[in-house]
């Protein structure tokens, strides 16, 4: 599911490399400095005042608190399908009301520490990263992923905004959305949620995720730490945020991603090269022809690699037969979506019966957010 993970926490890893430009330094020709130093030259030219003041639009107008009594004991799973035996923690799913005017609800899951869960941290992809489980190739049976967060945290998921997932709206204009709405839904959603596990209104809280939630987790973690100044409403004890490879602005993006592919060798030197001295991606820059003919240049070397794992081969009927050097199996986004559209599965979950996909492509987001930079939060 794509989610925003709340830590009482999911597991993103953060995949970390470092550049250096150290094997060119003989020679005298060191293109990563370069590449550097034009990137650093154009974010200091760029002209911050056309940026909009996210923070000033976050007002601290009451938020909606809606009855949870009893719902607790209704979100309870009893067991999944296909659940492997020995699965000693307890599960819980359902439906957050967040605007009743639209009838606008948030889906989550939790999965508690099998481990003094009265106790650990709460934090926020269920079934793929940090989740645990992992589909099966049958798409019907699941089995404990030993790397899951919930080993030492409370783990809870969310999936926003509303019409991502199981989320959803009786309003189809809350299918066009922006930052600022989703993170006010979120936070209106935590609220109410604690008010439905209030054991947890005391725990350490953690934000974590990857993707877009490089936008939605500092955004959120900003607006509750505004929120907490409040006095008349609950405090969210919020000891930190993680985000791994976030989406930041679409400069970061293009950028690091070319830069990925160089420093992998997947593309040459003078590729790179191209892109950097012709390619200007910050907001409002002309797109050359020449920028246009080295970017095709790169997705033709990138070819048939699979970008979110490039030593992992691509799903397909025969890819059991080329062994993934990480371990990842890339069918596995199929997996979840054969698990998760069973009509058993979606009532266990306590869900809507839908069509779940991994990304919702109705949703209108506000593109000045998408190429909008974080860098004054």
């Known amino acids: 599911m794509r989610y925003t993970r709340l830590l009482i926490p999911q597991q993103h890893m953060i995949d970390e490399y470092h550049l250096t430009g150290a094997c060119y330094g003989g020679d005298g020709y060191d293109p990563l400095q370069n590449a550097l ?3 650093r030259s154009r974010r200091s030219a760029l002209n911050h005042a056309n940026n909009e003041v996210h923070s000033a639009e976050h007002s601290t107008s009451p938020v909606y608190i809606g009855p949870q009594d009893g719902l607790k004991d209704d979100d309870k799973i009893s067991s999944l399908p296909g659940q492997p035996a020995g699965t000693n923690f307890d599960q819980y799913s359902g ?5 009743p005017n639209h009838g606008r609800a948030l889906f989550y899951y939790l999965a508690e520490s099998p481990v003094n869960s009265s106790a650990n941290p709460l934090g926020w992809a269920a079934m793929m990263e940090l989740g645990l489980f992992r589909v099966n190739a049958d798409n019907t049976t699941l089995s404990h992923d030993k790397y899951a967060w919930n080993n030492i945290a409370n783990v809870l998921f969310l999936e926003s905004p509303a019409g991502v997932g199981f989320s959803y709206s009786n309003k189809s204009t809350d299918y066009t959305t922006d930052d600022v709405q989703a993170a006010k839904d979120s936070y209106t959603f935590l609220i109410n949620w604690l008010e439905r596990f209030p054991e947890y ?3 350490d809280f953690y934000i974590t995720g990857e993707s877009y939630a490089g936008h939605y987790v500092p955004q959120l973690a900003q607006l509750v730490l505004q929120n907490n100044k409040i006095t008349n409403q609950t405090v ?3 000891e930190g945020i993680a985000i791994g490879n976030p989406y930041v602005d679409y400069e970061a993006e293009k950028t690091g991603m070319f830069d990925y592919f160089w420093t992998h060798a997947i593309i040459s030197d003078q590729n790179h090269e191209g892109i950097i001295s012709n390619c200007n991606f910050t907001e409002g820059a002309p797109k050359t022809d020449a920028c246009k003919d080295y970017q095709y240049q790169a997705y033709t070397a990138l070819s048939n690699i699979f970008p979110y794992d490039i030593y992992t081969p691509l799903c397909s ?10 371990g990842f199996d890339p069918c596995t986004d199929s997996y979840i979506q054969g698990y998760l559209n069973s009509p058993v599965v979606q009532q266990s979950l306590h869900a809507k019966p839908v069509q779940w996909t991994s990304c919702k492509y109705t949703l209108t987001f506000n593109l000045k957010d998408v190429q909008y930079h974080l860098q004054h939060l």
């Open 317 to 326: 009927p025969f890819s059991n037969s080329t062994p993934s050097i990480s």
């Open 236 to 238: 969210i004890n919020l």
């Open 201 to 203: 209104k005391t725990r």
């Open 37 to 39: 130093k034009i990137q």
């Open 95 to 99: 439906y957050v009301t967040v605007d």
